[in-house]
C-alpha cells in the first residue's frame, strides 16, 4: 500500500514527517480525556477526506485506522497507537495493582501503562513486572520495547 502512516500519542506525532503538510489542514490534540483524542481541522478550500467524506464544518475526530486523503490526492492512514514506555508511575485517588505481581503500586515508581489495554505493571530492577513475560497478561500485547506497531496498512 503506498499510503503514509503516521501514529500519535499523548506526546504527539511519532511520525511528523508523515502526517499531512498541507498548511490548510491541522492535527489538533485534546489531551483532556483517556486516552487523548485527535482531530483534523480543515478550511474549506483544502479539499480533504476522511474514509472518503469531507468533515462536517471544518472538524472531524480521527478514529484509529482513519484513511485521510489530501487534495493532492496523498493518502495517510491515521494510526493512534502508541508503544510501551517506562514512566513513573502517577498516583492516583484510588489504589492500582500491577497486573501481574498484583503488589500496589507507589507513586513515582518505574512503570509501564499496557498500550494495548491500560494495565499498568511495575518496571523496575527490583519488580521488573513488564517485561517478565512475552506478553501482557490480559491483552497479549507483546512487552518487548522494541516490538514496534501491531498494526500496519499493509495487515
Known amino acids: 500500500m503506498d499510503d503514509a502512516v503516521f501514529c500519535f500519542s499523548g506526546a504527539?506525532?511519532?511520525?511528523?514527517?508523515?502526517?499531512?503538510?498541507?498548511?490548510?489542514?491541522w492535527?489538533?490534540?485534546?489531551?483532556?480525556?483517556v486516552p487523548p483524542s485527535w482531530a483534523l481541522v480543515a478550511s474549506p478550500d483544502a479539499h480533504v477526506q476522511v474514509n472518503g467524506r469531507a468533515p462536517v464544518a471544518g472538524l472531524r475526530v480521527l478514529?484509529?485506522?482513519?484513511?485521510?486523503?489530501t487534495a493532492n490526492g496523498a493518502r495517510y492512514v491515521?494510526?493512534?497507537?502508541?508503544?510501551?514506555?517506562?514512566?513513573?508511575f502517577r498516583a492516583a485517588d484510588r489504589t492500582v495493582f500491577c497486573g501481574r505481581c498484583r503488589q500496589r503500586l507507589d507513586g513515582g515508581s518505574p512503570a509501564v501503562c499496557c498500550p494495548g489495554c491500560g494495565i499498568w505493571?511495575?518496571?523496575?530492577?527490583?519488580l521488573p513486572c513488564w517485561t517478565y513475560s512475552e506478553q501482557c497478561v490480559y491483552c497479549h500485547r507483546a512487552t518487548a520495547f522494541d516490538a514496534g506497531y501491531s498494526w500496519t496498512p499493509e495487515d
Open 27 to 33: 492535527l489538533v490534540l485534546s489531551d483532556s480525556g
Open 78 to 88: 491515521f494510526c493512534s497507537e502508541s508503544r510501551a514506555v517506562i514512566e513513573p
Open 121 to 126: 505493571y511495575h518496571q523496575g530492577a527490583d
Open 12 to 25: 504527539g506525532p511519532v511520525a511528523p514527517e508523515a502526517a499531512p503538510s498541507d498548511p490548510r489542514v
Open 63 to 69: 478514529n484509529d485506522r482513519d484513511m485521510i486523503r
